[in-house]
């Protein structure tokens, strides 16, 4: 006898139908085809409270700047939006410090610095949309 459960993993909600072990032997007239787990849509939950109002954006702006020939560029491993920068052009930076923070599929990934230098170009700002390859920022 097949049985359906609604089962719920991380707020996402699954309809599952399992087989009752130890249940007689069904004949082959009463066996349905396999079924797959297929995701339900969960209802949206409504807000008590209303939402804060966002926070204002600093008043100055890291400037983007160019790289300068000869630079080692680091690019975008994926596609996201830039959160956070870390450094200014001119900071001394050493192999795996984090220098910015890119949010992809809901996540944040620290982008560190492939190699030790000097940040010679900073290519994007912070809230920049970006593609895997974009030019993120240079050592020299």
């Known amino acids: 006898m097949l049985r359906k459960f609604k ?4 707020g996402t909600q699954y309809l599952v139908e399992m087989e009752e072990v130890g249940a007689p032997t069904p004949t082959p ?7 797959v787990a297929v995701p339900v849509a969960a209802p949206a939950p409504t807000p008590a409270t209303p939402a804060p109002a966002p926070e204002p954006e600093p008043a100055a702006a890291a ?3 160019q790289a300068p020939a000869g630079a080692f560029v680091q690019t975008a491993p994926m596609p996201g939006t830039i959160l956070d920068i870390h450094v200014k052009v001119g900071d001394t930076v050493t192999i795996n410090q ?7 599929m809901k996540m944040e990934n620290e982008v560190v610095a492939d190699k030790d230098g000097v940040i010679a170009s900073i290519n994007v700002e ?3 949309m970006v593609n895997p390859g974009d030019e993120l ?4």
């Open 7 to 10: 089962i719920s993993i991380d």
């Open 29 to 35: 007239a009463d066996v349905a085809p396999a079924t």
């Open 63 to 65: 400037p983007v700047t």
């Open 98 to 104: 984090p220098i910015m923070v890119l949010e992809a």
């Open 126 to 128: 912070k809230g920049a």
């Open 137 to 140: 920022f240079s050592l020299s």
